[in-house]
């Protein structure tokens, strides 16, 4: 009999273990809740949820602010806005093309919410569909089950659109810096910016290969200039301006004036790097690492370029 229940132990235990992780609504202002994610790498233990969400409660119905990396994903969003309301998702507003920002659309659509996004997100979206899923199926197996990828189907022209529903007013706004297609939402009446990828804080941003530290560059200038009196960033805690300017501008900044610069005055890349290896104003952020090397690299050669 025990060598039975030892056999239904390790059949089961890998489902007990995995996907433990679940989101819990922080409130950032009155019926403004983020769902903050780990600091890690995508997982079976969190769904892919390893980035930052959000939502609000209106009159009518809730706005959700990017809906997961898979059906599960999705599922595990639904449940914390469940903890807070029981108001149906009316809109799910995407801000980037990368899988943990749009591959829960499809459930959500399911449950009647219309999902939008800006244009170029929206391609984006369908242009990378293929890839992601493959990626995801590689980190997340069997959880993966019943995702199906849906392109925002609501897509919105030019670099920045204001919406309404149930007394709330939200812009969306180009960045394209991250990954090609992302976008922040701003709250002008709540004075809380949901940057997308634009900010990191508590990790190191990325410079992933489509990134433009260019555009990061300014765009996060443009953020600062609406003197948001909170961020949910990208990945990270909820913060305030100074925190975003300390770990993100001040590294766009150092990115753009240094490694930049150096690239534009065509010095050596490997001197280059070596000069700035250690950086003690951001090495106490996750991941620093493993990613400030390669971010480096990404913006030397993004700044040589013609």
Request: with cysteine; aromatic share 10%.
């Amino acid at each position: 009999m025990f060598k039975y229940l030892l056999a239904v132990f390790m059949v089961l235990f890998p489902a007990w273990c995995a996907a433990d992780f679940q989101p819990r609504a922080e409130r950032v202002v009155d019926n403004v809740y983020a769902l903050v994610g780990p600091l890690g790498q995508r997982s079976v233990e969190n769904d892919g949820l390893n980035a930052n969400f959000g939502f609000l409660v209106t009159s009518q119905g809730v706005i959700l602010i990017d809906s997961g990396a898979s059906r599960l994903g999705a599922e595990k969003i639904a449940v914390a806005i469940r903890a807070v309301t029981a108001q149906p998702v009316r809109w799910v507003l995407n801000t980037g093309s990368q899988d943990h920002r749009w591959l829960g659309n499809e459930y959500f659509a399911a449950q009647g919410a219309e999902i939008i996004a800006l244009a170029r997100t929206a391609a984006t979206q369908a242009q990378y569909a293929d890839p992601h899923m493959s990626g995801l199926h590689r980190f997340l197996g069997a959880r993966m089950q019943g995702t199906a990828p849906l392109p925002a189907t609501k897509a919105l022209a030019g670099d920045g659109v204001t919406l309404e529903l149930g007394g709330e007013t939200l812009q969306l706004h180009y960045t394209d810096a991250h990954f090609p297609g992302d976008a922040l939402v701003w709250l002008p009446r709540r004075g809380v910016a949901f940057s997308g990828d634009l900010v990191y804080v508590d990790r190191l941003l990325g410079v992933l290969p489509g990134s433009s530290v260019k555009r990061g560059h300014k765009a996060f200038l443009a953020l600062e200039s609406l003197k948001p009196a909170r961020i949910v960033p990208g990945h990270g805690r909820v913060c305030d301006l100074a925190q975003a300017r300390r770990e993100t501008g001040d590294y766009y900044d150092f990115l753009v004036n240094k490694v930049g610069a150096a690239a534009q005055e065509m010095e050596s890349m490997p001197d280059v790097l070596k000069r700035y290896t250690d950086l003690p104003a951001f090495r106490h952020l996750h991941n620093y690492g493993d990613l400030h090397r390669a971010n480096m690299n990404r913006t030397f050669v993004e700044f040589e370029a013609p």
